[in-house]
C-alpha cells in the first residue's frame, strides 16, 4: 500500500506540476506534508533547501529522496517513475496538440493563465516557510536574511546553492564552537 502512496503522491504532483520544477514543489509539500504526513514542514524546507543545493532537476531530487525515505530504493525508483512519466506522456501529447493550434487565441491564453496560478502557488509557499523561519529567527533576523538573500539573488547575480551553503555553514560554525567550549567546560569539572 505505501509503494501505492508513494506513486501516486509523485504523479499527482507531476501531473499537476504545469510550469516545471519549481511549480511542482507546493504540490509535492501538500502530498508528503499535509496527505500523507511523511514528513512535517520544517523537515520538507530543509530537505528543498538541501535539494536547491544540488545539481538537477528539483521534481526528480524531492521524489528521490522522499521515495526512498518512504520506501526504500524501490520507493525512490518508484516515486522518480511516477514524477516523470506523467512529464513525459504530457510533454508528447501536449506538444504534439498544441504545435496544430498554436496561433489560436484559447491556447495562448491557456498558456499566460498557468503563470499567475503558478506564482501564487510559490507565493503561499514562501509565506509558509517565512512564518516558520520568524519562529527560530525572530522577525528583525528574518527579514534582514530575506532581504540581503534577495540583494544577493537579484543584484549581484550570486546563485542559491551559495547563498545557501553560507547560511549553514554561519548556523554550523556557532554550534561546533560551543560544543567545544562545553567539552571543556565538562572537562574541567572532571578534572576538579
Known amino acids: 500500500m505505501r509503494q501505492v502512496d508513494i506513486f501516486l503522491a509523485f504523479f499527482r504532483s507531476g501531473m499537476l ?20 504526513k511523511w514528513m512535517d514542514s520544517d523537515e520538507f524546507g530543509d530537505l528543498l533547501a538541501i535539494a536547491n543545493t544540488l545539481p538537477g532537476p528539483i521534481a526528480t531530487k524531492l521524489a528521490g529522496y522522499i521515495g526512498y525515505r518512504v520506501g526504500g530504493i524501490i520507493g525512490m525508483l518508484n516515486a522518480l ?7 513525459v506522456l504530457l510533454m508528447i501529447l501536449l506538444l504534439t ?3 496544430q493550434f498554436k496561433d489560436q487565441p484559447w491556447v495562448m491564453g491557456m498558456t499566460k493563465a498557468v503563470v499567475p ?3 501564487v502557488m510559490l507565493a503561499v509557499m514562501t509565506w509558509d516557510f517565512f512564518k516558520k523561519s520568524t519562529s527560530g529567527l525572530g ?10 538573500s534577495l540583494l544577493l ?3 549581484l547575480h550570486i546563485h542559491p546553492a ?4 553560507i547560511l549553514m555553514a ?18 574541567k569539572r572532571e578534572s576538579v
Do not use: C, N
Open 97 to 99: 496538440t498544441l504545435t
Open 117 to 119: 496560478v503558478v506564482g
Open 162 to 165: 551559495i547563498i545557501i551553503v
Open 153 to 155: 539573488m537579484e543584484w
Open 17 to 36: 506540476g504545469y510550469g516545471g520544477g519549481p511549480s511542482s514543489i507546493p504540490l509535492v509539500k501538500k502530498e508528503v506534508v499535509d496527505t500523507y
Open 170 to 187: 554561519s548556523a554550523w560554525i556557532p554550534l561546533k564552537k560551543r560544543g567545544k567550549q562545553k567539552d571543556t567546560h565538562e572537562q
Open 81 to 87: 517513475f511516477a514524477a516523470v512519466a506523467p512529464t
Open 139 to 148: 522577525w528583525t533576523s528574518a527579514v534582514i536574511v530575506v532581504i540581503v
